[in-house]
């Protein structure tokens, strides 16, 4: 289960329960998919478009109590769906910061560095629908505070579980950006690729003991 850290929501401090996040490629064209289901080791699965808002937890994926409580989120309903997918332990700040640590305790190893290395132009395409809408965007405050699992299987298994997180989030948020169509389409593209590209490596490389050679990387078309 996820450590418990806090963040700022529409000014009142809320406890959650972290758990590993995991990104996607860029955000070009293309509408969020719906309908289907997704799930990963040892977590529940989570159907496409529910309603309940309820996210799965990581086994250990922990962003640490050591992250300062957030700044509120706009007062926008629009620009805070923006921030909540960016800055949420859910987000695509804390998983970019997850990743880093990883390959910070374990060297260059696949699939983390491909998928850190999307995260960072997640985080850009977020970033640059919260300017767009108006609102300041803070560096993360992830970034070295959230440690390295034990090992890489565990790592993989957790952010494969976070990857059904993430996917949960976007559902959960879709509704909120429906009136913005830029909006709509970021989050389309970041929810389809965590789920149509980093669960199923995060999935592979729980099953090949941590990480994912070339080859491996190749047939999942992520090289």
């Known amino acids: 289960m996820g450590a418990v850290t806090k963040w700022m929501a529409a000014g009142a401090t809320v406890v959650v329960l972290a758990a590993g996040a995991a990104g996607c490629s860029t955000a070009g064209t293309g509408a969020s998919g719906g309908g289907t289901s997704v799930s990963a080791p040892s977590a529940p699965a989570v159907t496409a478009g529910s309603s309940s808002g309820a996210t799965p937890m990581a086994p250990s994926a922990s962003v640490t109590a050591g992250v300062p409580s957030l700044p509120a989120p706009p007062a926008d309903p629009v620009a805070a769906a923006a921030w909540e997918a960016l800055m949420s332990p859910d987000g695509e700040y804390a998983a970019s910061a997850s990743y880093q640590a990883v390959i910070a305790a374990y060297g260059t190893v696949e699939p983390y560095v491909s998928?850190?290395?999307?995260?960072?132009?997640?985080?850009?395409?977020?970033?640059?629908?919260?300017?767009?809408?108006?609102?300041?965007?803070?560096?993360?405050?992830?970034?070295?505070?959230?440690?390295?699992?034990?090992?890489?299987?565990?790592?993989?298994?957790?952010?494969?579980?976070?990857?059904?997180?993430?996917?949960?989030?976007?559902?959960?948020?879709?509704?909120?950006?429906?009136?913005?169509?830029?909006?709509?389409?970021?989050?389309?593209?970041?929810?389809?690729?965590?789920?149509?590209?980093?669960?199923?490596?995060?999935?592979?490389?729980?099953?090949?003991?941590?990480?994912?050679?070339?080859?491996?990387?190749?047939?999942?078309?992520l090289h």
């Open 115 to 221: 998928i850190q290395a999307a995260e960072e132009r997640h985080i850009d395409a977020l970033t640059r629908q919260l300017q767009r809408l108006g609102v300041t965007v803070p560096p993360n405050p992830y970034v070295g505070k959230i440690p390295a699992p034990k090992n890489l299987k565990t790592a993989a298994t957790n952010w494969a579980t976070g990857e059904v997180a993430n996917v949960a989030m976007y559902d959960r948020l879709a509704a909120a950006a429906k009136g913005d169509a830029a909006l709509t389409r970021v989050f389309g593209n970041l929810r389809r690729a965590s789920q149509e590209m980093h669960l199923p490596a995060f999935t592979a490389a729980a099953e090949s003991g941590g990480s994912l050679t070339r080859d491996q990387m190749t047939a999942l078309g």
